[in-house]
């Protein structure tokens, strides 16, 4: 490699590419909020009216799964530990075919707005509440960190503003949010991954010009160990394992694309069942795009500095600073391009946080509001939507704030998010599959997997697993023309592997330790998930849970899976118009659940929960 010149940095070019993108998202925002009539009521704000078809559907999808947080972390990832993240592919197909084929069928024709109402259907209110008030949680304190990291890394490594970033995307994601509604989300969603992907390609052509060809970004690969796609050791322990990446990445998507409500409203607001199940299915090639067009900037990555590791060498401070890094590297002779991967970094936090944003209005206005004022009126209810996306929007970039503060935080969060996804998976899965499973299994079945999440999350936030357990790759200096202290000693350093601010140092390390908080972080939604499952299943059994009568409607039935071949028969309409049945059969009846799909009659308006 030829002496390194200086990397280049931002310029004006960058900038209005990057002022581009945020326009053409606002402006998006600005046509929804007027098209069509505007958003008359709640549903079409929170649900596109249910009009949405399934390939802007699937778009979305794909958008709002790709934070900045895949776009620079996924990279740097296969730079440290090798393509091994590739197996996620097979992670992403079973994830897709559970979400469409169980969660899906029982969500869409229940024709519900916010998830957690099918909590309330099935168990009681009570249990609902849980539910929403740990999504809420959850989704702030995640939706603050991926407005804030790419804006760290990318300052470090650009001198882009951090603050004027950070408070542009939350102002112009609240914007078209509480303009537009689902509709505007979604479209600037299907912008956004052009920007993505147009990020990616520009990176990958330049990277492979570079690099004199794709031969030699893969010899390079293969001399240094990254292309290490199997790895059959079935110990729990290691970080990435094909088992611990199919069994616990597909627990830990599942609960996200499954059963978070900011998926799930998008799949739901498909105008019938089969576009919503094709939404997913067109997803999942989205999903497959992006992870190949990540995996293999990351071995570019590696193929560009695998003699001078920019990391080991001090010239950037963190792993998610390689990827602008490598940008300013290579692609600093065209003006714009540089804004252009800025863009696509931004392209992937625009559209997790207005969908965090979307999400949040429909949960509080549909779990909160609804059940206590029923006389508020539909435009009312549209109007007290959009005041929501507001003062969420306001909150996500206060959150932000906050991560700066917290620094090291950023994986602790992270980690958080499994923690709480795995039980809601858990409690969700009990609903739907587990027919005894009665309101007091599940209540107590959701404390205790959230209670042992938590403990295994927080252990291994203290006490980080060994170096032996993580694996990192070695990384080289040699090729650095070291100026700075005149010696070439530094060959391999193994980086000292933790990003935790709470690690407790020197302390001697017990089997609690070594074993329990080892374990691989994809695990903690699996351990949450079954160990939600298997109390729930324990304790309804106890109390009666076989005597109570369900509407099979709240479960997954032989139907809903036949009901995929009805295609082949003749076209019949898949619009949700069930006939008001009678409350006797012990289903729940709930007043609050006043939509135009299903038309509860009953003359007293009491909610009576599970039955025990």
């Known amino acids: 490699m030829d002496a390194p010149r200086g990397i280049g940095t931002f310029a004006v070019w960058d900038y209005l590419v990057f002022a581009g993108m945020l326009l053409i998202s606002a402006v998006i925002g600005v046509y929804y909020a007027f098209a069509g009539g505007g958003q008359q009521t709640s549903k079409d704000f929170l649900m596109g009216g249910r009009q949405m078809t399934a390939v802007p559907v699937a778009l979305s999808l794909t958008a709002s799964f790709m ?26 197909f079973l994830v897709v075919v559970v979400s469409a084929e169980v969660f899906l069928p029982v969500f869409y ?23 929403t008030i740990l999504f809420i949680v959850q989704t702030i304190l995640y939706t603050g960190i991926v407005i804030y990291a790419p804006a760290l890394a990318l300052n470090q490594v650009t001198g882009f503003n951090r603050w004027g970033a950070v408070v542009a ?71 990435h394992t094909f088992w611990t990446i199919i069994i616990g990445g597909t627990f830990t998507w599942t609960s996200i694309y499954g059963v978070n409500q900011s998926q799930v409203q998008r799949y739901i607001a498909c105008k019938s069942r089969f576009q919503a199940k094709l939404s997913l299915y067109i997803n999942l090639v989205g999903l497959w795009t992006i992870l190949t067009c990540s995996v293999f900037s990351g071995l570019a990555l590696y193929s560009r500095y695998h003699d001078c590791d920019p990391w080991t060498a001090k010239k950037v401070s963190a792993e998610d600073q390689l990827m602008p890094y490598l940008v300013l590297d290579i692609l600093q002779d065209y003006p714009g391009v540089p804004g252009l991967f800025v863009a696509c970094a931004y392209s992937g936090t625009l559209s997790t946080v207005s969908s965090s944003i979307n999400a949040l209005a429909a949960v509080t206005v549909e779990d909160l509001i609804k059940p206590h004022f029923r ?67 599940a209540f107590v079945g959701l404390l205790s997997g959230f209670v042992i999440s938590l403990w295994i999350g927080i252990g291994a936030q203290l006490y980080p697993p060994l170096p032996e357990r993580t694996m990192p790759l070695p990384l080289e200096t040699y090729g650095c023309n070291s100026t700075f202290n005149g010696t070439n000693v530094m060959t391999t350093t193994e980086m000292p592997f933790s990003t935790s601010a709470f690690q407790i140092q020197n302390v001697e390390r017990t089997a609690l330790m070594d074993n ?33 009568n369900l509407d099979p409607r709240f479960l997954l039935t032989k139907e809903d899976f036949l009901s995929n071949f009805d295609i082949f028969k003749k076209k019949k309409n898949h619009v949700l118009s069930y006939k008001s049945h009678p409350v006797e059969d012990g289903g729940t009846d709930n007043p609050a659940f006043n939509h135009i799909e299903l038309n509860f009659t009953d003359p007293s308006g009491k909610v009576n929960g599970t039955r025990l």
């Open 516 to 548: 329990w908080y080892s374990l691989s972080y994809l695990y903690f939604s699996t351990v949450g998930t079954l160990t939600t499952l298997f109390v729930g299943i324990l304790l309804s059994l106890s109390t009666g849970g076989r005597k109570q």
């Open 375 to 441: 006389s508020l009126s539909e435009r009312s209810l549209s109007w007290i939507s959009q005041g929501m996306s507001v003062l969420y929007g306001a909150m996500c970039i206060a959150m932000a704030a906050l991560a700066s503060l917290m620094g090291a935080l950023l994986q602790a969060a992270l980690s958080i998010f499994g923690m709480i996804g795995g039980p809601l998976l858990g409690l969700f899965s009990l609903g739907i599959l587990v027919p005894f499973a009665n309101s007091v299994g």
């Open 67 to 92: 934070s900045a947080v895949t776009v620079l972390g996924t990279p740097a990832e296969v730079y440290r530990f090798g393509a091994i993240f590739s197996i996620f592919a097979i992670t992403y």
């Open 109 to 131: 024709k229940l024709g519900i707005t916010s998830t957690y109402e099918y909590l309330e259907l099935r168990f009681n209110r009570f249990i609902r509440l849980c539910g």
């Open 169 to 239: 995307t939350g102002v112009v994601c609240t914007f078209y949010c509480t303009l537009g509604g689902l509709k505007a989300v979604v479209w600037t969603d299907v912008f956004q991954v052009g920007i993505m992907v147009a990020g990616f390609t520009s990176v990958i052509i330049q990277a492979v010009v570079t690099q004199g060809g794709i031969d030699n970004i893969l010899s390079d690969a293969y001399n240094g160990g990254r292309l290490n796609f199997w790895n059959f050791d079935p110990n729990p322990l290691q970080r």
